[in-house]
């Protein structure tokens, strides 16, 4: 994963999973279709920055991360209202702002609301599982292993 650029967890927040439009198609074989809960700020997060709409983004639970990315990026959080922080200045929330390479993302104090979506150009690239990147945490299916993300983790990003 050396040549892939990443995005490391400094801090990985309650519950923060990897999260795509969801695993569809295998549900009369008991496979789980996973995905956003809140669908429409997951689509507007990734709209936000230019993704498709399916493209995995990170699904933050009431306590958000803290964030390193290895490159410039275009970035957006859309859903629960949460402080934002890049470099320990406030960032802003329902738009699109540039990261820089080595800059961090925190996660404040939330507001609204229990999810919010972390979209980044090129999307979160782990492997796909049966067509999708989707964490789905009883199947322990998708995403990395299909846990939520721990502290030192490493998300390999899509092309911007």
């Known amino acids: 994963m050396d040549d892939v650029t990443s995005l490391r967890v400094i801090k990985p927040g309650m519950l923060t999973t990897i999260q795509d439009a969801g695993r569809w198609g295998f549900q009369s074989r008991g496979v789980p279709v996973a ?19 399916r493209a995995a983004t990170l699904e933050v639970t009431l306590m958000g991360p803290e964030l390193e990315f290895e490159d410039e990026r275009l970035v957006s959080v859309a859903g629960a209202d949460f402080e934002l922080f890049l470099e320990g200045r406030p960032a802003p929330s329902h738009a699109p702002f540039i990261v820089s390479a080595g800059s961090r993302l925190r996660f404040g104090a939330r507001g609204l609301g229990a999810r919010a979506y972390l ?17 789905h945490l009883v199947s322990r299916m998708g995403g990395i292993a299909g846990r939520p993300l721990k502290a030192g983790d490493r998300l390999p990003l899509g092309d911007p």
């Open 35 to 53: 995905g956003p809960m809140d669908p429409v700020s997951h689509r507007l997060a990734n709209a936000l920055v230019g993704n498709d709409p």
């Open 119 to 135: 979209a980044v150009s090129g999307g979160i690239a782990v492997p796909l599982t049966l067509g999708s990147r989707a964490t």
